[in-house]
């Protein structure tokens, strides 16, 4: 048997029994005594005590971290190595005890009965999250890169210099943080999340950690990442094509379900604007994914023509409480209590506005008016919409009785137009359909592929008769196919 | 500070050249590639007038959208008949 003692140089409980130990352990009773501090802190404790020895160091608290104790004086006794008991604080009649147990006598007279510890050093917090990386590291949980960043280097250009950021100043990913992101989830950093386009980066849980706490995520929104990053990289998405193209548009994610309200996301008034963190850094996450992992690059790879500001950060959340539908998740095959996550290739939201329809059929024609012009009014077929209801338009449509899949029959309706008026070089517009395709300038050609093509979603402030459309890219077989996934699995 | 690597840590291998070029004069077996963009074939029916002005044989691909890479079938498809391919851009 044998005892271990844990201290450190600024408790006055530690103050109160070293002495004691010193002294044990100087008669030659089996004591070992570790301080948590510096050698310079320890050495300053030890000429102030008067102490025969100073106490050793415990290098990386390896030993302090793996008796994990929440006070010190800590002290353990020990069978082999075993711990059989322990001690932490001061309590002079178990300390007798237990020293009496190991064949030590402590000199305790004087002393308080009874004295809480100090918080043990690995319950600092910067302490704690140093020691849990480490261990991460050592485990196998963490096997990225690591990179330093030197001394006279500010950490913000840093990350700027080595390309790693989308034009905005990044948090940088410590280590510490990252470990911290990875708790937010049940699933084994190394798991693969996804292939990454455009150079099929592999997306590890630990990567898209990495990447998210760059972003400034939250680290309950961390489930939403992965599930993101999840449906980005199914093929049907086509991420290759929608990286590298000119148009401008790029993935947008719609975050349907309990989750988005619990991790702070704002669904309601600006709900597609700023002043919300688990939003706006949940579409920045993936977008960070997108070039770290995927090799995705303005300029390079991303050959957009004007790009968009959707493509630092696109994301919003569904507001269901008081949608005339369930979710676009939902509907889309999430089972109604969990959240989903459902990608789109979008461009940057426009506003239809309609102040004085008042019913169904009246609002159903003026947003169908204004789906007409995505991309350009005489392009037909190729581009999908979503469109966004805000409340005071959803109301209309509920008030009416009309359930997702009618509003989107009348839309799809609504939206056709006269092949006459489509014709490349009517009213002196070369765009539009070829002369050869139109056999009858009257019949009526469709704005989409098919109604389920319209996607509709519920979100915005209380007030104001608007709703916004999110044009698509390419659609369908030929292009990028919306994606949705469960959050539920990445939890 | 030390910070962990956010990419996918290998550098892109790039992208050799071709090993050799084609022998000038001699006649040979050209894919054109039509990439499906609106107009692409404008400028292949061009290429494939001026390749076949000079003794070449054209063989005409084409992707099944400009959105998703070439399938490898068709890839395979062209390295196995061809000695050269040229893949029209549009935009």
Known sequence: MELLALVKHDCPVCDQVLPALDQARRQGAPIRILSQSEADETEAQARRLHLAAVPELDPDLELSSRFDPDAVPAVMLLDGGSETDRVEGLDRARL????????????????????????????????????AARAARRSGRLRARELEIGELEDPFEALFDRGFSDGLPVVPPTPERVVDMLAATSRDPQDLVGVVAPYDGEATVEKVAIN????????????????????????????????????????????????????????????????????????RALQLVVRNVGGGKPGQEDRAAHGQPGKLSSCFAERLADSPWPGLAQDRGVPAEETGVTLLAAESPRLIVDQLARTAQELASSLAAGLEWVSHRRLRLAFDALLVLGPEHGRVFRQAGWDRARVREELFVRSQSPAGELVRGAAGIAEGIEAQLITDPQAQVPKFAAPERILLAHAGGDAGLFSMVYGGWVAGEIGSQPVTRSVAPWQ | MRILDPTRESAPGGRPLAR????????????????????????????????????????????PTFTKPAPADLREEIASRCEAVIEALAD
């Open chain 1, 96 to 131: 007798a005890e237990l020293a009496g147990r190991a064949g030590a006598t402590l000199h305790l007279d004087g002393l308080p009965e009874r004295r809480p510890g100090c918080a043990s050093l690995t319950r600092d917090p910067v302490v704690a999250a140093r020691l």
């Open chain 2, 20 to 63: 050799r070029r084609l022998p000038d004069g001699q006649p040979a077996t050209i894919a054109l590639l039509d990439i499906r963009k609106p107009r692409g074939d404008v400028f292949l029916d061009e290429l494939e007038r001026l390749l076949a002005e000079r003794g070449h044989t054209v063989l005409r691909t084409a992707k």
């Open chain 1, 212 to 283: 998210a706490v760059m972003a400034g995520c939250p680290p309950d929104t961390f489930p939403v990442v992965l599930a993101a990053v999840e449906a980005a990289c199914d093929p049907a998405f086509a991420l290759l094509g929608l990286v590298s193209t000119t148009h401008p548009s790029g993935p947008l994610v719609v975050v349907s379900g309990p989750l988005a309200e619990r991790v702070g996301m704002n669904s309601a008034g600006n709900a597609l604007g700023q002043g919300n963190r688990a939003t706006l850094t949940v579409g």
